[in-house]
């Protein structure tokens, strides 16, 4: 989406060079394994952050056995390996979709040229992964990570072992991840045989359709009906409990507890803002059955559920279908088309509102090294978006940046004491919240960078993440790696996003700590910068930074941000 944006807005876009990892599929997907469980295993072996840098392509005869959506589902969480991109070959599940969508003109486009969308022969990879669809089992990954692997048919006794709890209090699924026709009908057919056997779900059951279409043509055909009938809710088409939009009540805030949902991520305190709240990701089958169940002690595999009559029986193999008989409804058309001349349309924002602020410029670079900016944070471990700037009720200030910005890494864990929110002051000599804590060296004229660890800013491209910073008087991030996409996002507000040329050098940053970062009036594409470590005890160290700025962005970090220097001409 950013990377669109950058295109539609006129500016140069580039993109370093990716690797390419090649994923060889054979067999076929059959009975309570789908095309999540591919997404899910991918994501095991590459982790969260071997996809960076990369386009991941998937080959070989088992392609044949997904549907267009069960790819588009693969794709799309791709995001969650780091991917740059994920792509499928051209096939015949492809052009069936596209014609069932009214782009039949698309399809036979398509399939004149199929020779040119699928990869050569003989191909070279950078690396390749092997799965044997025939072989691969339902998965669930996590809690707090969407790469922490286990088989569904482990996962109670692991999670009894790990101190996991095994009752499932929510069970979520579609979202823009698994919502298609196929998951949909697949869940229904499980919530039928619930039906006839006289059985509810166990745990609180809800559906986000991820497109009014989607929620149309299931109304149409009943495919809901069964899931409502068995104790689902069905929510609005948005985007939902997936980034937080939920007022979740059955549970206290810090409770712990566990939720299995079918979305892409599973942060800490991603879709509830509960830290204690364990996600599991599976698919919409599998969070369908464990809901059913109520724990994640139960393998539809191989394990019973009670009728009303307390009679043993086993869930059949869910199935679906690919494609709705007839056709997709396009549901209600609410789009509204801009007007043909906006000249003459001013936006008018009430000055007292606390959800909507117009923004105001970045202030331009100085043309001054950065001397002695005040250390904010050296953050521990995993900062994913949501630790940067948290959704959920949050999302109420995303027209508010000022407002917004009290959420700033208010989740990511401060090395100095373990803690979150909760940072020592150099002007007060006092521990207290992150975001307030930027604001008073901001009110008193002093700079401050953040220094992270490994991948900072995976997850969701959330441009407030990258503005947050910025508007709260931030200079730089200093981290051993980042996420392609909120590095590039950093850039854009006229942030200096820097890596540690050694990353062992993150473990000389201390508390306190004064940063200097030098070389800026060189500043150019390829060249290091260098940085000053002032301790609290007067010694000094001095080592590199890296960067990937090339000459337009290096523009905006002159001009303030993107947006100045678009405004410069």
């Known amino acids: 989406g950013a990377d669109a944006v950058d295109v539609m807005a006129n500016i140069p876009w580039e993109l370093k060079c990716p690797k390419v990892i090649g994923v060889h599929l054979t067999g076929e997907i059959s009975a309570w394994t789908s095309p999540k469980d591919v997404i899910l295993r991918v994501a095991d072996i590459l982790t969260v952050k071997g996809g960076t840098g990369a386009i991941v392509e998937y080959f070989g005869p088992g392609v044949n056995s997904l549907s267009c959506t069960g790819m588009g589902t693969i794709c799309n969480m791709g995001a969650e390996i780091g991917a740059t991109t994920s792509i499928f070959p051209y096939n015949e599940r492809m052009a069936r979709y596209l014609i069932a969508t009214e782009r039949g003109e698309i399809a036979k486009i398509s399939e004149q040229y199929k020779n040119l969308l699928a990869s050569d022969e003989g191909a070279e990879y950078d690396e390749v992964i092997e799965i044997n669809l025939s072989e691969l089992k339902p998965l669930i990954n996590g809690p707090f990570t969407p790469d922490l692997c286990t088989p569904v048919s482990e996962i109670g006794a692991r999670a009894e072992k790990e101190g996991w709890p095994t009752e499932v209090k929510v069970g979520l699924i579609g979202s823009c991840t698994n919502s298609s026709y196929e998951d949909m009908t697949r869940s229904a057919s499980i919530a039928r045989q619930a039906l006839s056997k006289g059985i509810k779900f166990k745990s609180l059951f809800t559906i986000t359709p991820g497109s009014e279409q989607i929620r149309a043509t299931i109304a149409r055909d009943g495919i809901d009906q069964p899931l409502r009938d068995i104790g689902g809710l069905v929510l609005a088409n948005a985007c939902g409990p997936c980034i937080g939009q939920w007022d979740r009540t059955d549970i206290e805030k810090g409770e712990k507890n566990t939720i299995v949902t079918s979305y892409n991520r599973n942060f800490t305190g991603r879709n509830d803002a509960n830290p204690n709240t364990h996600g599991f990701v599976a698919s919409p089958e599998i969070a369908t059955a464990l809901a059913l169940a109520g ?275």
């Open 295 to 569: 724990t994640l002690k139960f393998d539809p595999e191989t394990d019973t559920l009670l009728d009303a009559d307390g009679n043993e029986f086993m869930l059949d193999t869910p199935y679906g279908d690919e494609l709705p008989a007839d056709g997709f409804d396009p549901g209600q058309d609410t789009y509204q088309p801009p007007p043909v001349d906006s000249s003459g349309i001013s936006v008018d924002v009430n000055p007292a509102s606390d959800r909507l602020e117009l923004l105001t410029p970045f202030k331009k670079w100085d043309g001054q090294d950065y001397h002695e900016q005040q250390l904010l944070i050296k953050v521990q471990g995993k900062c994913t978006t949501d630790h940067i700037s948290a959704a959920g009720p949050w999302l109420k200030f995303r027209g508010h940046l000022n407002n917004i910005s009290n959420n700033f890494l208010i989740t990511a864990t401060n090395a100095e004491n373990g803690a979150m929110n909760s940072v020592r002051s150099s002007v007060t000599g006092e521990f207290g919240p992150v975001p307030g804590t930027a604001r008073e060296y901001k009110a008193a004229g002093i700079g401050w960078v953040v220094v992270g660890d490994e991948n900072y800013g995976e997850g969701s491209s959330r441009e407030h993440a990258a503005l947050e910073p910025r508007h709260l008087g931030g200079k730089a991030i200093i981290v051993r790696s980042f996420a392609r996409i909120h590095e590039t996002n950093l850039k854009k507000q006229g942030m200096l996003p820097l890596t540690f040329a050694d990353p062992a050098d993150y473990e000389k940053v201390q508390p306190g700590d004064k940063v200097s970062i030098l070389g800026l009036a060189g500043f150019q594409p390829g060249t290091p910068l260098g940085c000053k470590l002032t301790h609290g005890d007067g010694s000094v160290e001095e080592f590199q930074l890296n960067h990937t700025f090339n000459d337009n962005q290096i523009g905006w970090f002159k001009a303030g941000s993107a947006l100045n220097k678009m405004a410069e001409g």
